[in-house]
């Protein structure tokens, strides 16, 4: 891998605040559709620029292959299951809540790898960044101003959201000799595939007469924030790889909660900023110890 120059964290930071601005699009989005509808219009959207990277490139795709019920699964629970969940989360709590909530997969994600990888075990270092983090959660969870009776379900499906994506990612390893593009192709497809007969029993958007800032949101969920992101996260992983590519994380929580601010004038509370900061930091305990061969306990 090259090092990283000026362009390269320039491409990483733009990755990061496109995935940020994911949060409050999807609050507006809900001023007119339903979590289903929302789902299934990010994950159309989101095909469109991936699928036409496959074909200018050739790569070849494996939806409907041998291995089709890994990508119907991974498509359900790396992008059907998280998509509703977050969108159905939203329409209760904070968007920038949702952003910080979300920011947990790093942590989730260190958990599930000591049981189910042979070289992730937990060790002191990572232990202390897990144990910071999600206090900094439970912590926020303490914000009666912004989380209740009324709402605290829905965070906790946020949450939710955010251990499908780590569960997603562990499947992945099961087909992780093809193509990342084939990949993200093929189970964009089975999402899509779930998701429109859902839509359609469930929601039935065509009835409704959405607001233009709402469909605006959506598209831009569909077209930004799932396909384009994910074909810069391939450029910078191939260019830098995943190291490099993983200190987004930190990035996410804090353009979440900015954008958050700016564009929807979302509450910001000193429990708020706490548990930001609290997540950061566990973020960067685990990738220190990615990052340095630690004794096991």
Partial sequence: MKQPNL????????LAIIWASAFFNIKIATYSFGP???AFLRVLFG?????????????KIEAFSKDWHWFALIGFINLVAPFFLIAYGVMSVQSNLAAILMSTTTLSSTVLGHFYTKNEKFNFIRTVGVLIGFSGIVYLFSDNLLINENNFFSALLILLGSTCYVIGGVLTLKISKKKNENVTGSILIWAIIILMPMVGFIEQPWKINPRIDSTISVIY?????T????????????????????QVSYLIPIFGTLLSYIFLGELITIKVLVALIAVCIGIYFVRKANSKKLPKF
Avoid: H
């Fill in 36 to 38: 289903v509808t929302i």
């Fill in 47 to 59: 095909a469109i620029p991936v699928l036409v990277l496959c074909y200018y490139k050739k790569i």
């Fill in 227 to 246: 396909g384009v992101a994910w074909l810069l996260r391939f450029r910078i992983l191939v260019n830098n790889g995943l190291i490099f590519q993983s």
């Fill in 221 to 225: 969920l569909g077209l930004i924030s």
């Fill in 7 to 14: 362009f390269d964290y320039f491409l990483l930071t733009l």
